[in-house]
């Protein structure tokens, strides 16, 4: 259904947002289509110790666990023999967001959370839900090509000119007054370096727009490898005078543009 405009209970307008089936709604699923299943949760609300983790390898080892439901947590590196399907749900979720690292981690932690079924004499099954199979990150890791994934992400970042074949800047201007943050932000766009190679993209306001109470606004460099990528910065931010109240936050080949 489309998205309302207002929440159905308390009527806010523009206040809902997308979420993840998170742990607990996926438990209570399994609640109702498996009751007699014995469960374990594991996150970092229920394994916040060495004891707990402790108990939770005890139990799942002792055949008192029939279904384990975590976070990321249960990729690291447990043993159980025992343990014969993995299910990875929202596999794709990691895709989302402003990670160039996005598709690596996404492999990383499921071909490790794959990792856990089958460790022991028992064959391992695994299934992965995704609405982009055909994504090369889920298409390697149906045909366990990391070297593959590999090669098609190097190809990826090289044709995007995306580190470590190019070079980013991230330039986010911060204040507690909007109109101080947006005026600098302008400003400095108004007076972007131009040269061969470069682009300057901004600014706008950063996807993070309001952090701990203070406004981002973002400009983001984009040039070759060789490129004198902070040379040029030094000279820009230089270029321009800066009010007490903004402060600017340089970020050279970011993982992250959030």
């Keep these: 259904m489309p998205l309302p405009r207002l929440c159905p209970e308390c009527e ?3 206040s809902l947002v997308a979420c993840g089936p998170g742990v607990e709604r996926v ?3 399994v609640a109702l289509r498996f009751p007699e299943a014995r469960v374990a949760i594991v996150t ?4 916040w110790s060495p004891a707990k ?3 939770f390898v005890d139990n799942v080892e ?3 666990v029939d279904i384990i439901i975590g976070t990321q947590l249960v990729t690291k590196g447990y043993h159980f023999p025992n343990l014969t399907l993995v299910g990875v749900v929202d596999a794709d979720l990691g895709l989302d967001g402003g990670d160039l690292r996005a598709s690596e981690r996404t492999f990383q932690q499921i071909a490790q959370v794959a990792g856990r079924a089958g460790r022991g004499v028992k064959p391992g099954e695994v299934l992965i839900q995704t609405r982009v199979p055909d994504a090369p990150v889920m298409a390697a890791l149906v045909a366990n090509d990391r070297d593959g994934f590999y090669a098609a992400e190097a190809a990826a970042r090289k044709q995007a000119g995306a580190p470590p074949y190019g070079r980013f800047a991230a330039l986010v201007i911060s204040s507690e007054d909007i109109e101080v943050a947006r005026g600098v932000a302008q400003r400095l766009g108004a007076k972007a370096p131009v040269a061969e190679g470069l682009a300057v993209y901004g600014p706008a306001p950063a996807p993070l727009a309001m952090l701990r109470g203070r406004h981002r606004f ?3 460099l984009h040039a070759p490898r060789s490129f004198d990528l902070q040379g040029t910065i030094r000279d820009w931010v230089a270029s321009i005078d800066w009010p007490a ?3 600017l936050a340089i970020d050279i080949d970011p993982y992250s543009f959030v």
């Design 53 to 55: 983790a402790a108990e």
């Design 218 to 220: 973002r400009l983001l």
């Design 245 to 247: 109240k903004a402060r």
């Design 12 to 14: 806010d307008e523009d």
């Design 27 to 29: 438990a209570d699923e």
């Design 44 to 47: 970092s609300d229920t394994l």
């Design 62 to 64: 002792g055949g008192l």
